[in-house]
């Protein structure tokens, strides 16, 4: 079974501050997409950063980055220069990519950004 | 661009009465499109998704159902609400054409059964 796995259930970090969250899965797939989605208190889900498993490249979005270790099915999510706006919950999933497009969502990791 | 819409943003039904909330998307076609549902404080459960007009699939069997009378058109819906049926649902779509495999949500509908 495929699965997301999000060990964090909170995390506090001040503003201007750096905060990583993790997140591993399980797969037996080679060829997939993996994600982080936050979704602050509006609740409305929002992407935040996208990876294509087979780039061995990490994806950048300003002040999101990511690390990821293929091989230790590990994708982290590091926000620097923290701000008030990223409170919010984030959402770490992947799909397969195959054509069901079937996602896999973590339980989530709420964030809190303190001034 | 793509954008999706869901519709009522928030419902409140009584237990016993029927269920409808729809979903729309623009700019695109041949979507897959997805009902999720997030209990408070939780993540995201697949009710249903879809490849196409009239495919549905059910991941968790329960008292809701699905329908895709159009190819962006996509409808959830109850005969009769469950107490346990409340919570937030999202629609979503996505797509292997363009960027590919990237899932894009609707702002949700509160739905709380009383």
């Known amino acids: 079974a495929q699965t997301v796995t999000q060990s964090q259930p909170e995390m506090s970090v001040q503003e201007a501050e750096t905060v990583t969250l993790s997140c591993t899965y399980d797969?037996?797939?080679?060829?997939?997409?993996l994600f982080w989605y936050k979704q602050p208190p509006s609740r409305q889900m929002i992407l935040v950063i996208r990876?294509?498993?087979?780039?061995?490249q990490n994806a950048t979005e300003n002040r999101f980055s990511v690390n990821f270790q293929k091989a230790a099915k590990s994708f982290s999510l590091k926000i620097s220069d923290s701000q008030l706006g990223d409170t919010a919950m984030y959402f770490c999933?992947?799909?397969?990519?195959?054509?069901?497009?079937?996602?896999?969502f973590g339980a989530g990791t709420q964030v809190v950004v303190t001034p | 661009s793509q954008t999706i819409h869901q519709w009522p943003a928030t419902l409140v039904q009584p237990v016993g009465s029927p269920l409808s909330l729809e979903c729309t998307v623009e700019?695109?076609?041949?979507?897959?499109l997805y009902w999720y549902r997030q209990a408070a404080g939780r993540g995201l459960q697949l009710l249903f998704y879809?490849?196409?007009?009239?495919?549905i699939s059910s991941e968790v069997p329960q008292n809701l159902s699905a329908s895709r009378p159009q190819d962006r058109q996509f409808i959830l819906s109850s005969k009769k609400l469950l107490l346990s049926d409340s919570g937030f649902y999202l629609c979503?779509?996505?797509?292997?054409?363009?960027?590919?495999?990237?899932?894009?949500f609707g702002e949700g509908s509160w739905l709380t059964v009383v």
């Open positions: 979503a779509w996505s797509s292997l054409q363009g960027y590919g495999n990237t899932i894009y």
């Open positions: 797969t037996s797939e080679n060829n997939y997409y």
């Open positions: 990876q294509e498993a087979y780039k061995q």
């Open positions: 999933a992947f799909t397969t990519g195959d054509s069901w497009g079937k996602f896999q």
């Open positions: 700019g695109t076609s041949n979507p897959n």
């Open positions: 879809s490849v196409g007009i009239g495919q």
